[in-house]
Antibody, heavy 119, light 107 residues
Framework: EVQLKESGPGLVQPSQTLSLTCTVS????????VHWVRQPPGKGLEWMGV???????AYNSALKSRLSISRDTSKSQVFLKMNSLQTEDTAIYYC?????????????WGQGTLVTVSS | DIQMTQSPASLSASLEEIVTITCQAS??????LAWYQQKPGKSPQLLIY???SLADGVPSRFSGSRSGTQYSLKISRLQVEDIGIYYC?????????FGAGTKLELK
């Protein structure tokens, strides 16, 4: 069974760095890409970036200067780091995987983790 | 970036009614479009991909279509379990972008 689960701090202070982990099971990170999508409370979805199965990354240009995605294939984990957090970065952060061989249709989602940026 | 303009922002419909939601892409995205349903407190669920293909387990009352750069999601006979927020998403190029969402409620 394909599963993804996000973990990380629920509260981050402004200007600090956010670190999130997506732990996956039921598939290999070398076979499937994992994306990060976020959703401010009561608002829409924003694609943040992707760790491609081959190990390269792509980022939303709006976040690129602050965002880094990496992975540890031996632990089946994908990491998100974003610096210089502001209140507008308060959101539910999801990791998600594609549908069969279609990496860009998000069929499998984690439960999401709420990150609040506040002092 | 490709902009996805979704309409309406909200929609109230009766059970068994036909419901249509549309997304307008700011440029040609071919058939690189998906639709998602999100229920309160839940993660989005993939409904349709590649403009017209139903994801596994999605009821056949859902369908997708395209006319040029305008895309539509149709629910042929609205059921209680269809209530939620619907989003379109383009996958023609990164950054992948979503529509702002359509909140579907029961009348």
């Amino acid at each position: 069974e394909v599963q993804l689960k996000e973990s990380g701090p629920g509260l981050v202070q402004p200007s600090q760095t956010l670190s999130l982990t997506c732990t996956v099971s039921g598939f290999s990170l070398t076979d499937y890409s994992v994306h990060w999508v976020r959703q401010p409370p009561g608002k829409g979805l924003e694609w943040m970036g992707v760790m491609w199965s081959g190990g390269s990354t792509a980022y939303n240009s709006a976040l690129k200067s602050r965002l880094s995605i990496s992975r540890d294939t031996s632990k089946s984990q994908v990491f998100l780091k974003m610096n210089s957090l502001q209140t507008e970065d308060t959101a539910i952060y999801y990791c998600t995987r594609g549908y069969y061989g279609y990496t860009y249709w998000f069929a499998y989602w984690g439960q999401g983790t709420l990150v609040t940026v506040s002092s | 970036d490709i902009q996805m303009t979704q309409s309406p922002a909200s929609l109230s419909a009766s059970l068994e009614e036909i419901v249509t939601i549309t997304c307008q892409a700011s440029q040609n995205i071919g058939n690189w479009l998906a639709w998602y349903q999100q229920k309160p407190g839940k993660s989005p669920q993939l409904l349709i991909y590649g403009t017209t293909s139903l994801a596994d387990g999605v009821p056949s009352r859902f369908s997708g279509s395209r006319s040029g750069t305008q895309y539509s999601l149709k629910i042929s006979r609205l059921q209680v379990e269809d209530i939620g927020i619907y989003y379109c998403q383009q996958a023609s190029s990164t950054p992948y972008t979503f529509g702002a969402g359509t909140k579907l409620e029961l009348k």
